[in-house]
Antibody, heavy 121, light 107 residues
Framework: EVQLVESGGSLVQPGGSLKLSCVAS????????MDWVRQTPGKSLEWIGE????????NYAPSIKDRFTISRDNAKSTLYLQMSNVKSDDTAIYYC??????????????WGQGTLVTVSS | DIQMTQSPASLSASLGETVTIECRAS??????LAWYQQKPGKSPQLLIY???SLHTGVPSRFSGSGSGTQYSLKINSLQSEDVASYFC?????????FGAGTKLELK
């Protein structure tokens, strides 16, 4: 059974930093691109970014580029999201997902339970 | 960015009814479309990919169709466990984008 378990969400002040983790099990982690998606209090979903199988390539949404960094440790089957210079608009539930690819780009096959990040002074 | 417009925003239907949710892309996405179901308090779950392919374990009463810029999700014989929000997502181009969601309730 595929399991993705996020952690690290908390209350953080504007301008602060936070690192989220996602531990994967039930599949060969090193074979899959992994993504982060967030869901705001208004309930809309926003793609944050992704990382390739060996961690050598990342893609980010323009809205968060240069503030967030995605990395992974395949030996630990763990995905990370380093958030810096956070803003109130970053308040959301953060999900990690694994990505299945077809002829085009990918869809989000499995999702974790999410971790809540609240940005407030 | 490709804009995804979902309709309706909310929907009320009776058990056993057939329900259709629409998603329109701002440009041709060549069937690069997925549908997700999110039950209250839970994370989204994949239902459909490639516009019309059913994900593993998803009941056959769910189906997807469409092409170009217009896509739809149909739920046949609505069950109580189908009460949820439904989102479409395009993966034809970066950045991946989602529709605003459709909240489905029982009448």
């Amino acid at each position: 059974e595929v399991q993705l378990v996020e952690s690290g969400g908390s209350l953080v002040q504007p301008g602060g930093s936070l690192k989220l983790s996602c531990v994967a099990s039930g599949f060969t982690f090193s074979n899959y691109w992994m993504d982060w998606v967030r869901q705001t209090p208004g309930k809309s979903l926003e793609w944050i970014g992704e990382i390739n199988t060996d961690g050598s390539k990342t893609n980010y949404a323009p809205s968060i580029k240069d503030r967030f960094t995605i990395s992974r440790d395949n030996a630990k089957s763990t995905l990370y999201l380093q958030m810096s210079n956070v803003k109130s608009d970053d308040t959301a539930i953060y999900y990690c997902t694994n990505v299945y690819y077809g002829l085009l780009l990918g869809w989000f096959a499995y999702w974790g339970q999410g971790t809540l990040v609240t940005v407030s002074s | 960015d490709i804009q995804m417009t979902q309709s309706p925003a909310s929907l009320s239907a009776s058990l056993g009814e057939t329900v259709t949710i629409e998603c329109r892309a701002s440009e041709d996405i060549y069937n690069g479309l997925a549908w997700y179901q999110q039950k209250p308090g839970k994370s989204p779950q994949l239902l459909i990919y490639n516009a019309n392919s059913l994900h593993t374990g998803v009941p056959s009463r769910f189906s997807g169709s469409g092409s170009g810029t217009q896509y739809s999700l149909k739920i046949n014989s609505l069950q109580s466990e189908d009460v949820a929000s439904y989102f479409c997502q395009q993966y034809y181009n970066y950045p991946y984008t989602f529709g605003a969601g459709t909240k489905l309730e029982l009448k």
